[in-house]
């Protein structure tokens, strides 16, 4: 069964940058839409960013203009560039890709951010 495999999380202060990214672990169709959510304690998951394979991409208001995602349509990975985080983006962040009647998501990486 193919899976979605992150990597890049880990601890840093603040005002620091992480790199995310996400890989499929086999083959999977490559029209549909990418994109990474976070989950922090006690609260819901919620939506990062997404990029479609047409590039279309939409961010949560609280991460403009820090974040940048991008996709590399051959290989299906998506990268998430964190830049200037702050403490309220720890979380645990998670990647997912859809299409219609089909979804996956990845087991979660770790993002820390010290004040």
């Known amino acids: 069964q193919v899976q979605l495999v992150e990597s890049g999380g880990g601890l840093v202060q603040a005002g620091g940058s992480l790199r995310l990214s996400c890989a499929p672990s086999g083959d999977i169709f490559s029209i549909g839409v990418m994109g990474w959510y976070r989950q922090a304690p006690g609260k819901e998951r919620e939506l990062v960013a997404t990029i479609t394979s047409g590039g279309r991409i939409n961010y949560a208001d609280s991460v403009k203009g820090r974040f940048t995602i991008s996709r590399d349509n051959a290989k299906n990975t998506v990268i998430l560039q964190m830049n200037s985080l702050k403490p309220e983006d720890t979380a645990v962040y998670y990647c997912?890709?859809?299409?219609?009647?089909?979804?996956?998501w990845g087991q979660g990486t770790q993002v820390t951010v010290s004040s």
């Open positions: 997912n890709f859809r299409r219609i009647g089909y979804e996956l």
